[in-house]
């Protein structure tokens, strides 16, 4: 089975390596929508920066977390105008992303949507070439009315195979972008846990990820240095809950 695996990986390079390979020119922006509770409509801005004419479909999802993840579901509580783009070199569109039903009520968590573009692959007269087509996947997040609301967050670090584990849970009434974690030690050694985007814990949502760091031989002493939101935040070591 292992042979026939590799035969058949060195198979996909060869056709790689062969082959021309079209990339795509859209990009989108902003990455990220929000809207208060008296904002009903905002915009997504599709660019074509490639040489050929982009095709693209726009789709709109309710965004919620459970022990496994992310779930998406079809919604009807955004919807997106237009929902196909044309896009010739150089061009742009403006893709309007529309709430249709109220806004969460005060002391209520903010909604949570995932707008997903898929650009569509064109049909090629040679069809030699491989076109590499792209996904984005942009969060859309419907702020309750009242107060702007903030994610409250409790962090602990657990044994996980032998390696360091990472649980939050976010009990506020906001979500947490989180990244950058890392474990600064008393002596200033930093050990990195997760460098980038980590994930999101929606609000009223536990969350774990595990990480290639192997758990320390005493208990971790230092600071949990994470960036929450975009913001730089420290926490205190040991975490309450903990494994030690």
């Known amino acids: 089975m292992k042979k026939l695996q590799l035969a058949i990986f060195s198979g996909a390079l060869s056709l790689l390596a062969s082959a021309p390979a079209y ?5 989108v922006s902003p990455v990220t929508v929000t809207l ?3 904002e009903t409509a905002d915009g997504l801005t599709l660019s074509n920066v490639g040489d050929t004419t982009v095709h693209a479909q726009v789709r709109v999802y309710h965004w919620s977390q459970d022990q ?3 779930r998406l579901d079809p919604s009807t509580g955004l919807v997106i105008s237009p929902p196909m783009v044309v896009l010739k070199p150089g061009g742009k569109q403006l893709v309007r992303v529309i709430r249709t039903t109220p806004a969460p009520a005060e002391g209520q968590p903010e909604d949570a949507y995932r707008v997903v573009i ?5 049909a090629r007269e040679d069809r030699e070439g491989i076109d590499f087509v792209l996904r984005y996947s942009l969060p859309v997040f419907i702020q309750p009315a009242g107060e702007k609301p903030a994610p409250k967050l409790s962090w602990s670090l ?4 032998g390696k360091i584990g990472i649980s939050v849970a976010n009990a506020g009434l906001k979500h947490a972008q989180i990244a950058d974690v890392s474990i600064r030690w008393p002596d200033g050694r930093q050990t990195v846990l997760a460098p980038g985007l980590l994930g999101y814990a929606l609000p009223g949502v536990s969350r774990t990820w595990d990480t290639a760091q192997p758990w320390p031989t005493t208990a971790p002493e230092g600071t949990l240095e994470v960036r929450i939101n975009g913001h730089e935040t420290q926490h205190a070591l040991p975490l309450a809950g903990s494994s030690r």
């Open 158 to 161: 657990n044994k996980v195979d």
């Open 68 to 70: 496994d993840g992310d």
């Open 36 to 38: 208060t509770a008296k």
């Open 23 to 27: 990339a795509s020119g859209l990009q």
């Open 118 to 122: 898929d650009e569509l692959p064109v």
